[in-house]
């Protein structure tokens, strides 16, 4: 099935309805999986204790509040440049859930910050620029919602979309460019990953298990959105014809 | 070229005889600046200390204010639409209403900085390089805020979006812009290691802000 021919939203529909109980299930045994390893199988830190294992929930999300950004952006391109018919329902329903996503990696790394860096936030570059990502999160719901013609709203989203994607080279690289107190690359970094297998094994699963979380919660957002514009398409109808 | 150089002329003119144009920004600028002493206090040590901090936040909100008379008087009566299909490239003419509102409400506030100043109690070094880091900076903060006006210039009901959309935007211009102010006057650090990264980022801007906001005014109005 080309990309082209999941353009047509009543075919999207039927294709993520076939799909979307397998991926549920996907993701409830990743996560039981992932859950068990992190709480079980993975040792506690030397200095840290246990409260190393905030890092299971954290460092997922922290990738795919970027991973959504960076799905946007793709989105916001075929909107622009392919006129996809789809991307912008995709770019719609990406951001709550990425910006969720941001969120939850922004308060779990504080309450990890509280016990393990004696405060809950630094103006550090990679807090700062993640709490930037998620500022930009909100723009943009905020621009989508005060729009009223969806196609207008999705072409503005999608400039803003593309103008933000500055941002996340900047939180990527922001540990290497600055002297932080949030700690250097360690998983995606030249060289290989510095973290020991017994961590790092669990990290991995968790994060597989996050992004099937975001691919089942895009999907159903992606759905309801195209119900959404049925109705205020249908609306619309009634209101004219009650009006000749 | 000539039909820029008439852009530029008129919307200066505009600015200057319509709605206050330049002089409201100072106004606006003079307000902040003057009511900050009354929310920290009197200590004039403190002041010092984060006046270029003052100074920058005065001058980034002024230019927020102003943003909204780029282009939603042009679209309520329509010239908006005679830029668009006029001849010149529409990313030229952008840029040069950029440069009309940079001269007409930018520059006012670099002029009044150092006046400000000195409500702060700043060394004269600090007022210096406030001067200086705002006459760079404040292109870049009219740029970003391009991006913005564009992408609301067809909203009735605006509100507070647009502050929202550039406020993130114009978060790096304001941290390195205080940063070499500050540098000027205390720390380690060289004024020239920030002040450079300042006018990179306006170098930036001023090639990405019209480029942007040209394609958000392309596919927003129509």
């Known amino acids: 099935m080309r990309l082209s021919e999941l353009a047509n939203p009543s075919r999207f529909n039927a294709l993520a309805e076939r799909v979307l109980p397998w991926l549920v299930v996907a993701t409830a045994l990743a996560f039981a999986l992932g859950l068990y390893q992190a709480l079980f199988v993975a040792p506690d830190d030397y200095q840290q204790g246990a409260t190393v294992k905030i890092m299971f929930i954290h460092v997922p999300s922290a990738w795919l509040g970027m991973l959504g950004w960076a799905l946007m952006s793709i989105a916001a391109l075929g909107t622009l440049v392919w006129r996809h018919p789809l991307a912008d329902v995709a770019m719609k329903a990406a951001a709550p859930i990425g910006a969720a996503f941001t969120l939850i990696c922004l308060v779990t790394g504080s309450l990890w910050g509280r016990p393990t860096w004696g405060t809950y936030w630094v103006w550090d570059a990679r807090l700062t620029s993640v709490l930037i990502l998620f500022l930009m999160y909100l723009g943009v719901i905020a621009l989508w919602r005060t729009v009223e013609d969806p196609s207008r709203a999705a072409r503005a989203a999608a400039i803003l979309t593309l103008v933000g994607a500055v941002n996340l080279p900047i939180i990527k690289f922001s540990v290497d460019w600055w002297n932080t107190l949030h700690q250097p690359a360690s998983v995606l970094r030249l060289g290989g990953s510095t973290i020991y297998p017994t961590i790092l094994v669990p990290l991995l699963i968790m994060a597989v298990a996050f992004t099937l979380l975001f691919v089942t919660l895009h999907l159903s957002a992606m759905r309801n959105e195209l119900l959404r514009r049925r109705v205020r398409t249908l609306r619309l109808m009634r209101a004219a014809a009650a009006n000749p | ?200 980022l306006t170098l930036a801007s001023v090639v990405l802000g019209p480029f942007a906001a040209a394609a958000a005014l392309r596919h927003g109005l129509d």
């Open chain 2, 1 to 200: 070229m000539a039909a820029l150089a008439a852009l530029l002329r008129r919307d200066m003119r505009l600015t200057v005889r319509v709605g206050g144009g330049a002089l409201m920004g100072v106004l606006f600028f003079l307000i902040v600046v003057v009511m900050v002493p009354f929310a920290l206090g009197p200590d004039l040590a403190l002041l010092a200390r984060t006046g270029p901090a003052i100074l920058w936040l005065g001058a980034l909100l002024a230019s927020l204010l102003a943003l909204d008379r780029l282009f939603a008087a042009d679209h309520e009566d329509g010239s908006l639409d005679l830029i668009l299909m006029g001849r010149a490239p529409l990313e030229l003419a952008v840029a040069a209403k950029a440069l009309a509102h940079w001269l007409t409400t930018g520059l006012p506030l670099v002029i009044a900085a150092p006046l400000l100043g000195l409500f702060l109690n700043l060394a004269p070094a600090a007022i210096g390089a406030v001067a200086l880091t705002l006459l760079v900076g404040t292109p870049a903060l009219t740029c970003i805020g391009l991006i913005g006006a564009a992408l609301a210039v067809a909203l009735r009901r605006g509100g507070l979006l647009v502050p929202v959309l550039v406020l993130p935007l114009t978060i790096p211009v304001l941290i390195f812009g205080v940063a070499a102010s500050n540098a000027a006057v205390t720390g380690p650090l060289p004024f020239g290691t920030p002040f450079t990264v300042l006018v990179a």
